[in-house]
């Protein structure tokens, strides 16, 4: 009895170990697929980076680590992680994903003391979701057609006052006159008339407040810091003077002040003043800030190109042919040479070098060469626009001016797949005021090229590093002789 009790314990214990370990072999397979299947992106650690960045600039950087590593690969800033996607080929979670998925997270903070802690970044999603519609009904395409006579006015009146020969610093004659235009239709008559230099002087402080320090470091009481909040709270006290008056008279102009005063949300609450003035601080931001840049690399590259200058000349005298001087909004619509120039100063110096956003949740990507990486929830998503607007597998020759690169028969940001020119983002975020930028740098540059006859005298430009856009360092100076084209 002794034995049998003896050898039915050991069965028991046998029967219990095989079944533990039966449990955890199963547990073990049914968890397998919890692992990743496919490997992290390859990490560098920023501090192996900072030799570089301050030697050849954080540009060159990222460039020299696209060679070394491929399309996908992360930096690790102390924890955080940096995960930046190169290449068209693996962006579409990127623009396409939804908010729950991928969002911007924190990377917008830089703008909250530029346009408030009532707006767009400072607030909730839904609330920002709203807002954004308010914004983009403002600036609708089918808007724009109303938008050209304003415009073209605002242009024409500016460029009224120069002489008939002269030397002017291109930047800062470009800045003022597109100050003058977003007045024109955003901020109404009241500011245009009373206060417009004022408002202007503030907006330039907000800009200068749009740099890299302030990227990471947006609450810092730097000078620059100081100064961009001063200007903030100075433009919300003009602005809501502005919005007062307006509704204490019961006056109701035709522009964008006017329309976001009359916003609802889906609530049926009004508009507060603060948000209003938000609101009303990036439009003007949006549509001057980056317009401006662009404005003046497009101007310094066709001064410098004698074949696209004078294609862009000629087209000119084509469109005042065929519409006997009264250049409206369609015939800005058909300067296909004058678009090209602009999107290849786009392209060339955009005016974002990154896009970025915050993964919610684990994704894949695979890249053109066929590998496929994991790229975890928790990781910040960069898409490096400056060096995406430079591959060779992409663009032709990237590194020279050609606008003949976007023309019928290249297309060549249209062959290199859906991503390829993201200047004004993509997908679920594409710029809503696309449309706008172009149309104002086609007005300012299609009445240059009509009236007067330039040229560059002060050395190529070269690229601000102080500041998050690519913008024009220094002066750019031109001379100029007026003159007016004559029809075929």
């Known amino acids: 009895m002794d034995m049998l009790a003896t050898r039915a314990t050991w069965l028991a214990i046998a029967i219990f170990f095989i079944t533990v370990v039966a449990t955890k072999i199963s547990r073990w397979k049914s968890n397998v697929h919890l692992f990743p299947t496919r490997p992290l992106p390859p990490v560098v650690n920023v501090l192996a980076l900072l030799p570089s960045i301050f030697n050849k600039g954080f540009g060159v950087t990222i460039a020299d680590l696209h060679t070394r590593l491929g399309s996908v690969f992360t930096i690790n800033l102390f924890g955080p992680k940096i995960t930046l996607l190169v290449g068209p080929d693996i962006s579409a979670h990127f623009f396409q994903g939804l908010e729950s998925e991928i969002s911007f997270g924190n990377f917008a903070e830089v703008t909250v003391p530029i346009f408030d802690q009532e707006v767009l970044y400072g607030v909730d999603m839904a609330t920002r979701s709203e807002q954004i519609h308010f914004i983009v009904d403002v600036l609708k395409p089918s808007k724009l057609r109303s938008l050209v006579d304003p415009i073209l006015q605002e242009v024409e009146a500016y460029f ?247 023309g019928p028969g290249r297309e060549e940001d249209k062959v290199g797949g859906k991503y390829s020119f993201t200047t004004f983002g993509g997908g679920r975020h594409v710029c809503s005021g696309m449309a706008l930028a172009y149309l104002q740098i086609k007005v300012i540059w299609s009445h240059l090229l009509r009236n007067f006859e330039l040229k560059l005298i002060s050395p190529f430009p070269k690229v601000d590093v102080s500041k998050v856009g690519q913008e024009p360092k220094g002066k750019v100076m031109i001379s100029y002789n007026r003159r007016q084209l004559q029809c075929y």
């Open 160 to 406: 009224a006052s120069w002489g008939q020969e002269g030397i002017v610093d291109l930047k800062h004659e470009l800045e003022q006159v597109l100050m003058f235009i977003s007045s024109r239709f955003l901020l109404g008559y009241e500011v245009r008339e009373m206060m417009l230099e004022e408002v202007s002087s503030l907006f330039h402080e907000l800009e200068n407040g749009l740099n890299f320090f302030s990227f990471l470091f947006p609450y810092i009481p730097t000078p620059t810091n100081r100064r961009r909040d001063k200007a903030h709270i100075r433009l919300k006290e003009i602005f809501t003077t502005t919005i007062r008056s307006r509704r204490s008279s019961g006056r109701v102009q035709e522009d964008a002040l006017q329309r976001l005063m009359n916003s609802k949300y889906k609530d049926g609450r009004s508009a507060s003043e603060a948000e209003i003035c938000g609101m009303i601080i990036a439009l003007i931001f949006a549509g001057k800030h980056p317009s401006s840049s662009t404005s003046i690399w497009t101007g310094a590259f066709m001064l410098s190109n004698t074949k696209f200058l004078i294609a862009a000349v000629e087209e000119q005298k084509h469109i005042i042919s065929k519409y006997k001087n009264q250049i409206g909004y369609d015939a800005f619509s058909e300067m296909d040479t004058l678009h090209r120039c602009i999107k290849e100063a786009l392209r060339m110096h955009t005016p974002a070098q990154m896009l970025a956003r915050k993964a919610h949740k684990k994704f894949k990507v695979q890249t053109k060469e066929g590998k496929e990486y994991d790229i975890p929830e928790g990781h910040n998503i960069v898409i490096p626009t400056a060096l995406n607007n430079k591959l060779a597998h992409v663009y032709n020759d990237p590194h020279a001016y050609d606008p003949d690169r976007f």
